[in-house]
């Protein structure tokens, strides 16, 4: 009993705190708005799931990061690709860990569940801890079904989700790409900007 209200005390405490890594902040995004936003999407299957525990960090004790393994392809290209993403909070064990309001639910992050993740890299996602974000966490997250003529779907989330409401897959890459295409040019023409000035 007292491990977990020890945890749930840090918990609050952090929270209090503002800290960036467990600071929850909700937004609305349209698809468009995620993918410019984010570094990427796949689409793929979660086959591993690990929870990193720092003890010590600057930020303070005991902070708690999921990691997810997808392995898929990219939503747009279609290139074989496996990502690990992360978000705060998770449990090593039964009583040692964080829960996270903003984390995807236990049956979201299931092994083998089929998933659509976007993600953004960061370089400390609180306490050091580096990877890549899952972009709004619970937000960058839509499991898929395959209906019953065998199309794969992507569920909506609903209004202010990037992917409001069901879309076939195929839909959802046609509509993705052209929005990557652009996101990337944009990026690419800051970028020549920056190196005239």
Do not use: C
Not at 61 to 81: I, Q, Y
């Amino acid at each position: 009993m007292l491990p977990r209200l020890r945890t749930a005390l840090l918990a609050l405490g952090l929270v209090v705190l503002g800290l960036p890594s467990v600071h929850a902040q909700i937004i609305r995004l349209t698809l468009e708005q995620m993918v410019d936003r984010s570094d990427g999407a796949v689409v793929g299957r979660i086959v591993d799931r690990r929870v990193t525990h720092l003890e010590d960090t600057k930020d303070g004790p005991d902070l708690f990061f999921t990691t997810l393994v997808v392995e898929g392809e990219d939503l747009g290209r279609g290139d074989a690709r496996t990502i690990e993403v992360s978000f705060p909070g998770g449990f090593v064990d039964e009583d040692t860990g964080v829960w996270n309001s903003e984390a995807p639910s236990a049956e979201d992050q299931r092994l083998g569940n089929r998933v659509v993740v976007f993600w953004k890299e960061r370089a400390d996602m609180g306490g050091g801890f580096a990877g890549n974000a899952l972009y709004a966490s619970h937000g960058g997250l839509f499991r898929t079904f395959e209906d019953r003529w065998g199309r794969e779907v992507v569920l909506g989330r609903g209004k202010g989700y990037a992917i409001d409401h069901n879309r076939r897959l195929t839909q959802l890459r046609g509509e993705y790409e052209p929005l990557r295409k652009e996101t990337e040019r944009k990026r690419r023409e800051k970028e020549q900007e920056r190196r005239d000035r």
